[in-house]
């Protein structure tokens, strides 16, 4: 008989007449079948071939019903077909099944700062200064707790591989620690305990900020941010390897951070591997750009070499149109995050203009406001309605683009983020029989479902979420545990 994973329904007749009550049983828990510890890696060691069937599932060309799908023991898709029923040994998912989410954007630190920034309004600039608080207080050994639970989280929410801009790099006052990468391996090891892939890009700040007298020296917590030089950066960038779980790519923090001066050197290091940057967040920094440099932000990478194909703006929220056609003829993709865009009341950005222009989007949580990539992606739509007041810029398919394949492929995982023979079997089962979904075409899954609705995650062929629980057990205890310290 199939195995049936965990919040699978029957609302499909000729599955076997499956209910709610054969979920429960037939099955191992989770906890045994994965071991009870978190697995060294989403996808460093072989694992049996598995094949899952849904009544729904999401391939290249949309929605389909009835797909088998089977993986090999390294977790890649061997076979993936249609119009079947599931045969024995099958797990069966429930309502939708997705390919896995890209988190193209997260800082895992600023999860601290959730729910505790809105008493006293204020600006950017202001909750800036919560966060360096928060930055103060991390080391290593904090910082893999804190990430561990934060990535888990993020995996109930679909996700299966996140892009972590990083740049908390060193100890109080700068000093390195004696491995200068100590906090980058820190989020390697919690990537890999919470089950999911992630693509480290290693930040360069090096400036205090921008002002029309220059850049500004560094202040205290910043040092912990910056190296030496961009020669100590590109030396210490060079020392990461990545292995079957992690990818490395660099990330320019923003123009307010990098002297104009070391940008083409980034662009040296970065070559062949995803390159990111804050880009126009604020109008602040379009100001001071064009008083220092004479130029926009998006004017002063192009002219250093940075924007092409492999690039990623975050944020993109106050361009000029010259900016948007510049991004859309150098196959930029950018990415956008809009619970922290709305948080930290920075603005619309053009969507519709940068669509027309070309450029790809993807979604990223950023501060991880809230952890549900499924609502992250459906406000790309919704903040181009408020700010346009026109509903469809972005089809409900194309949210499922940025959400997937688009993510993957800025996160330097290309082969990622599709249903198809060839691809890791990353998979997402989505509810569609809940109070939130029940009722919605399937093929406007994304406008509806949020992380209440993600039931099963598979990373690689191995399942990290069943029945909407992660393997590691209770997360809200992991970050109530993990932000103790951080108060």
């Keep these: ?73 390294d977790g890649r898709l061997i076979d993936v077909q249609t119009g079947v029923q599931p045969v024995e040994g099958d797990t069966v998912l429930p309502g939708m099944v997705l390919p896995g989410f890209a988190d193209a954007h997260s800082h895992a630190f600023h999860r601290a700062l959730r729910g505790r920034t809105h008493d006293g309004g204020g600006t950017f600039w202001t909750w800036r200064e919560a966060m360096y608080d928060v930055a103060a207080r991390l080391d290593p050994e904090s910082y893999r707790a804190l990430a561990t639970a934060v990535f888990a989280e993020s995996a ?207 979604a990223g949580s950023d501060q991880h406001v809230t952890a549900d990539l499924l609502a992250e992606a459906r406000g790309i739509e919704m903040h181009e309605r408020l700010r346009t007041g026109r509903r469809g810029t972005v089809s409900p398919p194309a949210l499922v683009e940025a959400l997937s394949p688009a993510g993957h492929a800025s996160l330097g995982w290309p082969e990622a983020g599709r249903l198809e023979v060839g691809a890791p079997a990353d998979l997402v089962a989505v509810d569609d029989y809940s109070a939130r979904t029940a009722g919605t075409d399937p093929a406007q899954i994304v406008m509806t479902a949020g992380t209440a609705d993600v039931r099963t995650v598979v990373v690689g062929g191995r399942t990290v979420v069943s029945g909407g629980q992660h393997v590691l057990g209770d997360i809200g205890e992991m970050l109530n545990r993990s932000l103790k310290p951080l108060r």
């Design 156 to 362: 109930l929410a679909g996700v299966t591989c996140v892009g972590e801009f990083h740049y908390l790099h060193h100890g109080p006052g700068g000093r390195p620690y004696g491995d200068p990468n100590a906090m980058g391996e820190a989020l390697r090891e919690a990537a890999a305990a919470a089950g999911i892939r992630v693509t480290l890009l290693d930040t360069a700040y090096l400036s205090g900020g921008l002002d029309a007298d220059g850049h500004q020296p560094l202040n205290e917590v910043q040092r912990r941010f910056a190296d030496a030089d961009v020669d100590a950066w590109a030396q210490r960038v060079d020392a990461l390897r990545p292995d079957a779980n992690t990818r490395i790519g660099v990330a320019v923090h923003s123009v307010r951070a990098v002297p104009a001066e070391h940008l083409a050197r980034i662009g040296l290091v970065a070559a062949g591997r995803p390159l990111h940057v804050h880009l126009s967040e604020q109008p602040a920094e379009n100001e001071a750009c064009q008083a220092v440099y004479g130029c926009s932000p998006t004017k002063l990478l192009d002219r250093n070499g940075l924007l092409g194909p492999m690039t990623t703006a975050v944020h993109a929220t106050h361009l000029s149109g010259s900016d948007v056609a510049t991004l859309g003829a150098r196959g930029v993709t950018v990415c956008l995050c809009p619970s922290t865009e709305a948080d930290l009341a920075d603005g619309l950005p053009p969507t519709g203009p940068l669509l027309a222009a070309g450029v790809r989007l993807c």
């Design 1 to 73: 008989m199939t195995d049936v994973d965990q919040g699978a329904r029957a609302a499909h007749p000729e599955a076997g007449g499956l209910d709610r009550s054969a979920t429960e049983t037939g099955r191992e828990p989770a906890a045994t079948r994965m071991g009870r510890t978190a697995p060294t890696s989403a996808t460093s060691s072989p694992v049996p071939a598995r094949s899952w069937w849904g009544a729904q599932a999401w391939l290249p060309d949309g929605p389909t019903v009835d797909v088998r799908l089977v993986a090999d023991a």
